[in-house]
């Protein structure tokens, strides 16, 4: 939720006869967070939302996430590969979970298909990495167009559609407990804060409702069961929207990173947070410049988080062996820090190049078989050369 927006056609007042130019009613939609205390979007649609013609289990969808015991034992740090998840097919049904825990899972997408369906993620709100290609969401909202690079945020329950030209890799984060700005970055009226490392205007919003024909399957996922609804009429009817809560995109390289005197903790970095984990933005920056400083990042024992790092391109100080597309998971109850020789070699830098996407937990983060597929050998005994 980044402030609140409108469009299309609205009636004067909320929950009051509001009719087109032939006397027909239009019909109100309340989209509520927090029950209804929360932020919350007021749809106006041509036909009710309500009918449906049949409902069923579906036996489409993608995974739920499972462990597999024998691909986080013994405790040690992982690299692995999204470059081995296999192209093809829909997002609908081609996402790949490597990793989990009760506050999120992380999913690998390389989707070359539009989907054919509509989708609704019950079981949380979804923050996506675009990696590579581009795309059009589709949502009640409008049309939201997204480019390698861009995070897409797509609220709980929403329903939308991907249409791909081409192939969409990604990554998505699914969080329960929701995805939001910190805190820490708004004002008491809710507005970004000067000293944020981001504005208004670099979040891309939906371009207006849509009110045109479209699939009649709804999918809706609901404690990682697929339910399958076949509508009455199509849902992409809505005339006009008013609200805080809708899908949208932000460029990474719009963040304005912090830098100072020496090393400043990771935190500086901070782009989203849900209440079990943060996501972070390396982007290109100045360094550290005391005289005498270190840029590269200090070992150090985190205690309380896991932390991931999906490597998208540039020279990473800390880190060798890595390229685009490697995703490293460092758990908590091991010492982190920079491949040997990287912390000496660092001294004298004075800007990275480096991109790159980081999300700590503070729940242990437990691979999946698909993670086990992907992994590289050899990468914690990397640190012993």
């Given at each position: 939720?980044?402030?609140?927006?409108?469009?299309?056609?609205?009636?004067?007042?909320?929950?009051?006869?509001?009719?087109?130019?032939?006397?027909?009613?239009?019909?109100?939609?309340?989209?509520?967070?927090g029950?209804?205390?929360?932020?919350?979007?007021?749809?106006?649609?041509?036909?009710?939302?309500?009918?449906?013609?049949d409902?069923?289990?579906?036996?489409?969808?993608?995974?739920?996430?499972?462990?597999?015991?024998?691909?986080?034992?013994?405790?040690?740090?992982?690299?692995?590969?999204?470059?081995?998840i296999?192209?093809?097919?829909?997002?609908?049904?081609?996402?790949?979970?490597?990793?989990?825990?009760?506050?999120?899972?992380?999913?690998?997408?390389?989707?070359?298909?539009?989907?054919?369906?509509?989708?609704?993620?019950?079981?949380?709100?979804?923050l996506?990495?675009?990696?590579?290609?581009?795309?059009?969401?589709?949502?009640?909202?409008?049309?939201?167009?997204?480019?390698?690079?861009?995070?897409?945020?797509?609220p709980?329950?929403?329903?939308?559609?991907?249409?791909?030209?081409?192939?969409?890799?990604?990554?998505?984060?699914?969080?329960?407990?929701?995805?939001?700005?910190?805190?820490?970055?708004?004002?008491?009226?809710?507005?970004?804060?000067m000293d944020?490392?981001?504005?208004?205007?670099?979040?891309?919003?939906?371009?207006?409702?849509?009110?045109?024909?479209?699939?009649?399957?709804?999918?809706?996922?609901?404690?990682?069961?697929?339910?399958?609804?076949?509508?009455a009429?199509?849902?992409?009817?809505?005339?006009?929207?008013?609200?805080?809560?809708?899908?949208w995109?932000?460029?990474?390289?719009?963040?304005?990173?912090?830098?100072g005197?020496?090393?400043?903790?990771?935190?500086?970095?901070?782009?989203?947070?849900?209440?079990?984990?943060?996501?972070?933005?390396?982007?290109?920056?100045?360094?550290?410049?005391?005289?005498?400083?270190?840029?590269?990042p200090?070992?150090?024992?985190?205690?309380?988080?896991?932390?991931?790092?999906?490597?998208l391109?540039?020279?990473f100080?800390?880190?060798?062996?890595?390229?685009p597309?490697?995703i490293?998971?460092?758990?908590?109850?091991?010492?982190?820090?920079?491949?040997?020789?990287?912390?000496?070699?660092?001294?004298?830098t004075?800007?990275?190049?480096?991109?790159?996407?980081?999300?700590?937990?503070?729940?242990?983060?437990?691979?999946?078989?698909?993670?086990?597929?992907?992994?590289?050998?050899?990468?914690?005994e990397?640190?012993?050369?």
């Open positions: 939720m980044i402030e609140r927006r409108f469009a299309g056609i609205l009636p004067p007042k909320p929950h009051t006869a509001f009719r087109d130019a032939e006397g027909h009613l239009y019909y109100e939609e309340m989209f509520t967070r029950g209804f205390s929360g932020a919350f979007t007021y749809f106006y649609h041509r036909k009710p939302i309500t009918p449906t013609r409902v069923a289990v579906s036996t489409r969808g993608f995974h739920a996430p499972a462990a597999a015991e024998d691909a986080h034992r013994p405790l040690k740090r992982r690299l692995y590969d999204s470059n081995k296999p192209a093809g097919g829909q997002a609908i049904d081609r996402r790949v979970p490597v990793l989990f825990n009760g506050d999120v899972t992380v999913y690998l997408v390389r989707a070359t298909e539009t989907d054919d369906a509509y989708f609704a993620n019950g079981d949380g709100d979804e996506w990495y675009v990696q590579d290609g581009a795309a059009r969401l589709e949502s009640p909202c409008g049309w939201l167009d997204v480019v390698s690079g861009d995070y897409v945020w797509v709980h329950s929403m329903m939308h559609r991907w249409h791909v030209g081409g192939e969409l890799r990604a990554m998505a984060l699914e969080a329960p407990a929701g995805v939001m700005i910190p805190r820490e970055f708004r004002n008491p009226v809710g507005q970004l804060k944020a490392p981001y504005t208004h205007r670099d979040f891309v919003h939906p371009g207006g409702p849509l009110a045109q024909d479209g699939p009649r399957t709804l999918l809706v996922k609901k404690g990682g069961v697929f339910s399958h609804y076949t509508l009429h199509a849902p992409m009817d809505v005339v006009g929207w008013d609200g805080f809560v809708y899908p995109a932000f460029a990474i390289e719009k963040y304005q990173p912090k830098t005197l020496v090393h400043l903790p990771p935190t500086i970095h901070s782009t989203f947070a849900s209440p079990g984990f943060l996501v972070c933005s390396f982007v290109p920056r100045v360094v550290d410049y005391h005289p005498q400083a270190i840029p590269c200090y070992p150090h024992s985190s205690v309380d988080c896991d932390e991931i790092i999906l490597y391109r540039g020279n100080t800390s880190r060798r062996g890595v390229g597309g490697c490293s998971l460092h758990p908590s109850g091991i010492a982190h820090g920079p491949h040997p020789g990287a912390y000496e070699g660092s001294i004298g004075t800007r990275t190049d480096e991109l790159a996407v980081m999300m700590d937990t503070f729940k242990p983060l437990v691979p999946t078989a698909q993670a086990k597929n992907i992994e590289v050998e050899g990468y914690h990397s640190w012993a050369h």
